[in-house]
């Protein structure tokens, strides 16, 4: 009978962690773990900024909750701030006044909650942008684009319940477009409202409700969302861009433990750090230049955080009426007349569809592209026009509704007439995109013949050389073998022709995913071939070998006259 002997440590350290590892096994896990490898890329950075922003999200507001009363109950104002002194309000805004004047940090900590909410949002943004123009969401990671993109819309959500909460003047007028979108759904809305309201706008159920929400249920939706996404991660690998040595086969980086971990480690820091300073030096949300907030006057100049604008904007631009034709129905129903504000109902349907197109487009893609391959190479952007142009076209829808959230204030600070901002929006949130994806392919396509020029002839070095034989040349120097895997390792994507079904006949369907596949497609660069590069190298070479020659024979002859004389 053999007797096993258990490991000793020889310090206290050792002996806790052999007793943790005895009991869960945890030394397997990080062997395991330690050795996946990650690319290395300065565009990657943006997923871990989100991820530490949102760490320290938790924490800044794990503090603010300790001192936050989400109560709607009426109170009058006696702390600190003489300017509301004696002024009526709700507790929710009272306890937001005494976190920033009267707990000790709790204006610090406030702006590090709500700095550390705009930039999660952001880099959630950038690193969707990313993801997209580059082709990482192709199979296998259709699911991982779907979990980022719930991700993304939890983080607009995060931040418009937050955003609510101090019950200001600025955030009840945020409340108040949300009520009068609620209502405007038909038949229903009403109920909807009065539902979430807890009665008649403004209520006083509204800041507890949106208060659970907030600290509760979006942010363990995103923490899970957050864990599948790391999941999926690891369980896929890391896609990484083109190079030598880079297949779909293998990944090229460094290991999680240590070298990894430890510029992770130190990026948070600099994550945390940066967040910080802008907190401590620049003023956001300052609530008590608004004062509490009354249902009754309306507001002029108010503005949502930038990531929520886009929807109040995208409102503004719709007209209420066009000539004599007015976009507010009354429609008979059994129990009398039921109005349809489609001046409301018709914005929320382009905003709909940018979010579903979003959710959607992995499918969508490979539907244009008929492409349905694994891939774990990424594109450079120019490599794929098409995608790239309905990217850049999205954007600019999404912007031009952003910047209508604005409008008012642009016409006061511009002088411009409100209603002339209004045309000009309306004219490029239709327009824009379009113009915008013409013009985004052009350059991808030039960019492309550009690329293909410096791969086969090398790139313009601005020596212009004069052989003997007088004439003049411009020198090129072929790029290094990397630059030049990256020029020519990809795939141009050719259109996808109508294809028959089992019954032999052309549906309409496939006829409409046909001419979509001629929209991307039809413009396109062929790649290098290998035969034209090394016949390119060979000629170029060549040239070198004349020049040179040529060079050197001039110097024969200058030696020898000069020894002549």
């Keep these: ?211 659970s929400l907030h600290i509760m249920v979006v942010p363990a939706l995103l923490i899970l969302m957050i864990a599948v996404h790391l999941f999926m991660v690891v369980v896929h690998k890391h896609a990484q861009y083109p190079g030598p040595g880079r297949k779909h086969t293998n990944v090229v980086g460094y290991p999680v433990g240590p070298v990894y971990a430890a510029k992770a480690g130190g990026f948070f820091f600099i994550v945390f750090g940066i967040i910080a300073l802008i907190s401590g030096f620049l003023q956001i949300n300052a609530v008590w230049n608004y004062g509490p907030y009354d249902p009754s006057p309306v507001s002029a100049g108010t503005q949502p955080d930038w990531y929520i604008g886009w929807v109040d904007g995208i409102l503004r631009l719709m007209p209420g009426t066009l000539g004599d034709f007015s976009f507010l129905w009354h429609i008979p129903m059994p129990w009398g007349w039921n109005a349809i504000p489609l001046g409301v109902l018709i914005p929320m349907m382009p905003a709909g569809a940018l979010i579903a197109g979003m959710v959607l487009w992995p499918w969508i893609e490979r539907g244009i592209s008929g492409d349905n391959r694994e891939h774990h190479i990424l594109d450079r952007p120019r490599n794929a026009p098409g995608r790239t142009a309905a990217g850049v076209a999205a954007v600019i829808f999404y912007c031009v509704m952003w910047a209508a959230a604005s409008s008012d204030l642009m016409a006061v600070y511009f002088m411009l007439s409100l209603n002339d901002v209004a045309y000009a929006l309306r004219f490029l949130i239709i327009a824009g995109p379009i113009i915008g994806f013409i013009v985004t392919k052009r350059i991808c396509l030039a960019l492309q013949r550009k690329d293909r020029e410096i791969a086969l002839h090398g790139r313009e070095t601005g020596i212009i050389e004069w052989t003997p034989e007088g004439a003049i040349l411009e020198r090129h120097e072929l790029v290094d073998q990397y630059r030049l895997y990256e020029l020519v390792a990809f795939e141009s994507q050719e259109p996808v022709p109508a294809q028959p079904n089992s019954k032999g006949r052309v549906g309409m369907w496939s006829k409409f995913k046909a001419s979509w596949s001629r929209r991307f497609f039809e413009d396109r660069v062929e790649p290098i071939t290998a035969q034209e590069l090394a016949e390119a190298q060979a000629e170029h070479d060549q040239d070198r070998r004349k020049l040179q020659g040529s060079v050197d024979t001039t110097v024969r002859e200058l030696d020898g006259r000069r020894d002549d004389s």
């Design 1 to 211: 009978m053999s007797v096993i002997q258990d490991y000793q440590a020889s310090t206290q350290t050792g002996k806790i962690a052999n007793f943790v590892d005895t009991r869960m096994g945890a030394s397997k896990i990080v062997k395991e773990f330690g050795r996946k490898l990650f690319p290395d890329h300065w565009t990657f950075l943006f997923g871990e900024v989100a991820l530490y922003s949102f760490v320290i999200l938790v924490l800044s507001g794990t503090f603010l909750t300790f001192f936050f009363d989400p109560s709607m109950a009426h109170v009058v104002y006696d702390g600190a701030y003489k300017p509301l002194y004696g002024v009526e309000m709700s507790a929710a805004y009272a306890s937001t006044l005494d976190i920033s004047f009267e707990i000790r940090g709790g204006l610090f900590m406030r702006q590090v909650h709500h700095w550390s909410a705009l930039i999660f949002v952001a880099a959630v943004s950038v690193h969707m942008l990313r993801v997209f123009f580059t082709g990482a969401f192709r199979r296998p990671r259709e699911l991982n684009w779907v979990v980022g993109s719930v991700l993304l819309i939890l983080a607009l959500a995060a931040g418009f319940t937050g955003y609510s909460l101090p019950d200001d003047v600025l955030s009840g007028n945020g409340l108040r477009i949300i009520d009068g979108v609620m209502k405007a759904i038909p038949v229903v809305g009403t109920y909807l409202s009065f539902f979430f309201f807890g009665g008649e706008f403004p209520g006083d159920q509204i800041i507890p409700r949106l208060y």
